[in-house]
């Protein structure tokens, strides 16, 4: 089982909707969370960190549950910009990130 | 203020050569990670310096791979007789680790190789 999972979409919505996506994480000793953005042949970058007792950032929720080891990413509102691949990220202590192979949004029109 | 920086942006070489990547930190950030990422792949790690400890080298694929950090600042990720394989985007990312867990990597805009 890979470490960090993610369904790779893509995810085809219209501007204005709401999406969200999942990920979920093998090591149960993981500790902290984040979701990274990465535009096309552009190089990762921090989203939001994700905390246990769920956080928002504007138009962006996230969620963790630690007991189904599950981390979600909500976008309301979705603008044309939003278009890009979602990373979602774990980290066990103080070690090195452990990246999912993304998922793709595409908001169109 | 600058952000990390890579060079070459790209590379194209031949199998069996080898080849130098170099990386610039932010200023002042101790922690250099290298990953690199292939077509449609995650991220995948490669070697993690932080200070003066000895570097994570866990997720090297070979040992044609090696990571030198000179002076706490720039890197160079070293890939000797290379391979089509080797064909990659090679990211460099730094940061200035927090207790708490919650230090950020900046990365750099990568270096896009490819091994003909």
């Known amino acids: 089982r890979k470490e960090v999972e993610q369904d790779p979409g893509p995810f085809n919505v219209p501007e204005g909707a709401t999406v969200a996506f999942n990920c979920t994480y093998s090591?149960?000793?993981?500790?902290?969370f984040f979701w990274y953005r990465q535009d096309c042949r552009k190089e990762p970058k921090l989203l939001m960190s994700v905390y246990s007792s769920g956080n928002e950032d504007g138009r962006f929720t996230a969620q963790l549950n630690r007991a189904s080891q599950y981390i979600s990413l909500l976008i309301r509102d979705s603008k044309l910009s939003d278009s890009a691949t979602y990373l979602c990220?774990?980290?066990?202590?103080?070690?090195?990130?452990?990246f999912g192979k993304g998922t793709m949004l595409l908001v169109s029109p | 203020g600058a952000g990390v920086s890579q060079s070459p942006s790209n590379k194209v070489t031949e199998k069996g050569k080898d080849v130098e990547l170099r990386c610039d930190p932010i200023?002042?950030?101790?922690?250099l990670y290298w990953y690199r990422q292939s077509l449609g792949q995650g991220l995948e790690f490669l070697i993690y310096f932080q200070g003066n400890s000895a570097p994570d080298k866990s997720g090297l694929p070979s040992d044609r791979f090696s990571a030198e950090r000179t002076g706490g600042s720039v890197s160079t990720l070293t890939i000797q007789r290379t391979q089509q394989e080797d064909s990659a985007v090679y990211l460099c990312?730094?940061?200035?680790?927090?207790?708490?867990?919650?230090?950020?990597?900046?990365f750099g805009p990568g270096t896009r190789l490819t091994v003909l």
């Open positions: 990220v774990v980290r066990r202590g103080y070690s090195t990130l452990t």
């Open positions: 200023s002042g950030h101790t922690a």
């Open positions: 090591n149960s000793a993981s500790q902290s």
């Open positions: 990312a730094s940061s200035l680790p927090a207790r708490g867990s919650t230090d950020t990597q900046y």
